[in-house]
C-alpha cells in the first residue's frame, strides 16, 4: 500500500484537525469527509480541496443549496477509504459500524466511545505493539492521552507503583458557547473515568492508579495535578533532563513568561500554530519535585482539542502496520511541524512492548 486513503466522519473540533493532519503526510490522503453540516464551517473544508459526502441523505439538498459539491453519501466515501476515522460525537459510530464493516473496512474512534467496543484502545506512547494489525481501535480521550504521555518516560525507564492525578478541567471547548458562561465548579462524583480509562493501554496500573476531576468556568484546556511514585527515586533534575528528552513533551518554566493557561494559548498564538494547537504536553518546570520515598509531583497542562490529532495519525500506521513506533512518532511530529531538535526518537518507550494478554 503506497498511499493509504482515509476516511474522516464528522468535520467539528476533532475531525477537521485529523483531516489537516492526514492530508500533511507522505503517506496518507484524505479519501473525503463526510458530515450533515451546510454552513461556514463545511466552507473550510471545501478550500482545503477536500472531497465532501453527505452523511445522511435527507441533508444532502441543503448542503448543494449552501454551495458544497457533494460527491456522494456515506456509503460511497466508505468504499473509496482503507481506513475510516470516525469524529462524530458519542454514540454515533457504534451506529455506524455496520456500515464500514459490510465493506471490511478498518475503524478508528475517538475517546468519547467506550473501550469494550473496539478490539483496543490506543496511546501511541504506551501500547503501539499492541494495536497492529488490528482492525478496530480507539484513540483514547485527550486527558488520558496526556495522562499516558506524562507516565511513559517512567513506565520505560522505572517501576511505577501508583498514581494518583487531579485534573481540572475546562467547562466546554472554546466553540461550545451554549455550555456557559457558568459560575461554578462542578466536581465528578466519585473516582473519575480518567483513571480506568488509562488502564486499557497501561493494564498493569490496574489499581494503582486513582483520577479526581472537576470542570470549571473555562475554555482554554485542561491541568492536571499528578502524583507517582516509583520503585527508584529520582531527583528532580534527573526528572527535567528526562522529560525534555521526549517527543510531545514540553518542559520549560513559567517565569519565561508562561505562568498560565492564557499566556500559553497567547505564545502558540504568536508562534503562527494553526488554532494556536498544541499537541504537546506542557510541564511547568517550576512545579516538579521528588523526594526520597519515590514520589514524584508535577502540574502540567493538556490542550483538549489538539493533543490526540498525532496519536490519530499513528493509528493509521499501527493497523496498517506501515512503521515502527519510534518512526511514526518522528514522521508525524515533523509532518505536523511539532519537532524539536533537541528530542531523541530513539528512547524506550512502554509501547515498543506487549502488553496487554
Given at each position: 500500500?503506497?498511499?493509504?486513503?482515509?476516511?474522516?466522519?464528522?468535520?467539528?473540533?476533532?475531525?477537521?484537525?485529523?483531516?489537516?493532519?492526514?492530508?500533511?503526510?507522505?503517506?496518507?490522503?484524505?479519501?473525503?469527509?463526510?458530515?450533515?453540516?451546510?454552513?461556514?464551517?463545511?466552507?473550510?473544508?471545501?478550500?482545503?480541496?477536500?472531497?465532501?459526502?453527505?452523511?445522511?441523505?435527507?441533508?444532502?439538498?441543503?448542503?448543494?443549496?449552501?454551495?458544497?459539491?457533494?460527491?456522494?453519501?456515506?456509503?460511497?466515501?466508505?468504499?473509496?477509504?482503507?481506513?475510516?476515522?470516525?469524529?462524530?460525537?458519542?454514540?454515533?459510530?457504534?451506529?455506524?459500524?455496520p456500515l464500514y464493516?459490510?465493506?471490511?473496512?478498518?475503524?478508528?474512534?475517538?475517546?468519547?466511545?467506550?473501550?469494550?467496543?473496539?478490539?483496543?484502545?490506543?496511546?501511541?506512547?504506551?501500547?503501539?505493539?499492541?494495536?497492529?494489525?488490528?482492525?478496530?481501535?480507539?484513540?483514547?480521550?485527550?486527558?488520558?492521552?496526556?495522562?499516558?504521555?506524562?507516565?511513559?518516560?517512567?513506565?520505560?525507564?522505572?517501576?511505577?507503583?501508583?498514581?494518583?492525578?487531579?485534573?481540572?478541567?475546562?467547562?466546554?471547548?472554546?466553540?461550545?458557547?451554549?455550555?456557559?458562561?457558568?459560575?461554578?465548579?462542578?466536581?465528578?462524583?466519585?473516582?473519575?473515568?480518567?483513571?480506568?480509562?488509562?488502564?486499557?493501554?497501561?493494564?498493569?496500573?490496574?489499581?494503582?492508579?486513582?483520577?479526581?476531576?472537576?470542570?470549571?468556568?473555562?475554555?482554554?484546556?485542561?491541568?492536571?495535578?499528578?502524583?507517582?511514585?516509583?520503585?527508584?527515586?529520582?531527583?528532580?533534575?534527573?526528572?527535567?533532563?528526562?522529560?525534555?528528552?521526549?517527543?510531545?513533551?514540553?518542559?520549560?518554566?513559567?517565569?519565561?513568561?508562561?505562568?498560565?493557561?492564557?499566556?500559553?494559548?497567547?505564545?502558540?498564538?504568536?508562534?503562527?500554530?494553526?488554532?494556536?494547537?498544541?499537541?504537546?504536553?506542557?510541564?511547568?518546570?517550576?512545579?516538579?519535585d521528588s523526594d526520597?520515598?519515590?514520589?514524584?509531583?508535577?502540574?502540567?497542562?493538556?490542550?483538549?482539542?489538539?493533543?490526540?490529532?498525532?496519536?490519530?495519525?499513528?493509528?493509521?500506521?499501527?493497523?496498517?502496520?506501515?512503521?515502527?513506533?519510534?518512526?511514526?512518532?518522528?514522521?508525524?511530529?515533523?509532518?505536523?511541524?511539532?519537532?524539536?531538535?533537541?528530542?531523541?526518537?530513539?528512547?524506550?518507550?512502554?509501547?515498543?512492548?506487549?502488553?496487554?494478554?
Open positions: 500500500m503506497d498511499t493509504i486513503k482515509v476516511g474522516i466522519v464528522g468535520y467539528g473540533v476533532i475531525g477537521k484537525r485529523v483531516a489537516d493532519a492526514v492530508a500533511a503526510q507522505t503517506d496518507m490522503e484524505v479519501a473525503g469527509i463526510a458530515d450533515i453540516i451546510a454552513d461556514a464551517r463545511m466552507e473550510i473544508a471545501k478550500k482545503r480541496g477536500f472531497p465532501i459526502y453527505c452523511s445522511i441523505p435527507d441533508f444532502r439538498e441543503k448542503m448543494e443549496q449552501a454551495g458544497f459539491d457533494i460527491q456522494g453519501y456515506l456509503e460511497d466515501l466508505v468504499q473509496e477509504s482503507d481506513v475510516i476515522v470516525d469524529c462524530t460525537p458519542a454514540g454515533i459510530p457504534q451506529r455506524n459500524f464493516e459490510k465493506y471490511h473496512k478498518k475503524i478508528i474512534v475517538q475517546g468519547g466511545e467506550k473501550h469494550h467496543i473496539v478490539q483496543a484502545s490506543f496511546s501511541t506512547f504506551a501500547n503501539y505493539v499492541d494495536c497492529l494489525g488490528l482492525d478496530k481501535i480507539r484513540v483514547v480521550s485527550c486527558n488520558t492521552t496526556g495522562i499516558a504521555r506524562v507516565l511513559a518516560p517512567l513506565m520505560a525507564e522505572n517501576q511505577v507503583k501508583d498514581v494518583f492525578v487531579a485534573l481540572a478541567r475546562r467547562a466546554a471547548d472554546p466553540v461550545r458557547t451554549n455550555r456557559g458562561p457558568i459560575n461554578g465548579v462542578v466536581p465528578v462524583l466519585g473516582i473519575s473515568h480518567h483513571g480506568p480509562d488509562v488502564v486499557t493501554v497501561y493494564p498493569e496500573l490496574a489499581e494503582k492508579i486513582y483520577s479526581l476531576a472537576v470542570a470549571a468556568s473555562f475554555t482554554l484546556s485542561h491541568v492536571h495535578m499528578i502524583k507517582i511514585t516509583v520503585e527508584k527515586p529520582m531527583s528532580r533534575d534527573e526528572l527535567i533532563e528526562l522529560w525534555k528528552k521526549y517527543p510531545r513533551i514540553i518542559v520549560r518554566r513559567g517565569k519565561e513568561g508562561l505562568h498560565d493557561t492564557a499566556q500559553l494559548v497567547e505564545y502558540y498564538r504568536d508562534l503562527g500554530r494553526p488554532r494556536y494547537d498544541r499537541p504537546e504536553v506542557f510541564i511547568w518546570e517550576e512545579t516538579i526520597s520515598r519515590g514520589n514524584i509531583y508535577l502540574i502540567y497542562d493538556v490542550h483538549m482539542e489538539s493533543i490526540p490529532i498525532p496519536e490519530n495519525i499513528d493509528a493509521i500506521r499501527a493497523i496498517f502496520g506501515t512503521a515502527d513506533i519510534h518512526k511514526t512518532i518522528e514522521i508525524t511530529d515533523r509532518a505536523l511541524h511539532i519537532d524539536d531538535s533537541k528530542y531523541d526518537y530513539s528512547v524506550p518507550f512502554p509501547g515498543e512492548k506487549k502488553r496487554q494478554s
